[in-house]
């Protein structure tokens, strides 16, 4: 991957100076804007049109998932990534509804918050792994006693999740595997009601942690 052009977006000043000191000390990573408050953040988007917008949930003015909500529907190429303090499942939900594609707690490593920009910069999601266990227990919590649904795809539903959870968008999907756009996002409205799942996001979780992913042996 090229260079990762990335705006940091926190309302503590000194947090802030450190996260971008560290992100920059990556030969990969360029900051190229910082923010105090959604408001900032959605300004230096416009202006800077990074790769990945990483973002407080907390701050003053309109916070950081409806930040996120106006930034992903207004600039969609942008790839939002959590970068917060709350545990909070709320929160969390919250955030990947809105349009982020990553949610890392503060006190994650330098490696692991380097990664996980790397992930989603490429498209992908990334998830704290402490959390994603408990939005995957939440999802399949009744798994022992109902069909597991994964089992209920095709095999042409499956080879589209496997994809998904990659990160492609429908037209790459589609290019990939000789369908028209609007069939492949038929056949993920299948997959998002099979899977009892809302979002792509959640679907991408499902499948990763089922091993749908196509380099897994």
């Given at each position: 991957m090229s260079e990762i052009r990335l705006v940091v977006t926190d309302d503590h000043p000194l947090f802030r100076e450190g996260v971008i000191h560290s992100l920059n000390s990556e030969a990969d990573f360029s900051v190229v804007g910082e923010a105090g408050s959604g408001e900032e953040a959605y300004q230096r988007v416009a202006e800077q049109m990074p790769d990945v917008l990483m973002m407080d949930i907390t701050m003053p003015g309109i916070g950081g998932i409806e930040a996120a909500r106006r930034i992903a529907q207004d600039f969609p190429a942008v790839h939002i990534m959590m970068l917060t303090v709350s545990e909070n499942e709320d929160d969390l939900m919250g955030a990947l509804k809105a349009g982020a594609r990553g949610y890392v707690l503060k006190g994650a490593a330098a490696t692991e918050v380097a990664n996980a920009v790397r992930t989603v910069a490429s498209g992908g999601v990334y998830v704290t792994p402490t959390l994603a266990s408990g939005i995957l227990f939440e999802m399949t919590h009744n798994e022992q006693t109902a069909p597991d649904p994964i089992n209920e795809l095709s095999e042409r539903e499956r080879e589209i999740l496997s994809l998904v959870a990659k990160g492609l968008t429908n037209r790459e999907?589609?290019?990939?595997?000789?369908?028209?756009?609007?069939?492949?996002?038929?056949?993920?409205?299948?997959?998002?009601?099979?899977?009892?799942?809302?979002?792509?996001?959640?679907a991408a979780l499902l499948a990763q942690e089922r091993r749908l992913r196509g380099d897994e042996s």
């Open positions: 999907i589609g290019d990939q595997l000789h369908l028209a756009e609007k069939t492949v996002k038929h056949y993920m409205t299948n997959v998002l009601q099979k899977l009892q799942v809302r979002t792509r996001v959640e």
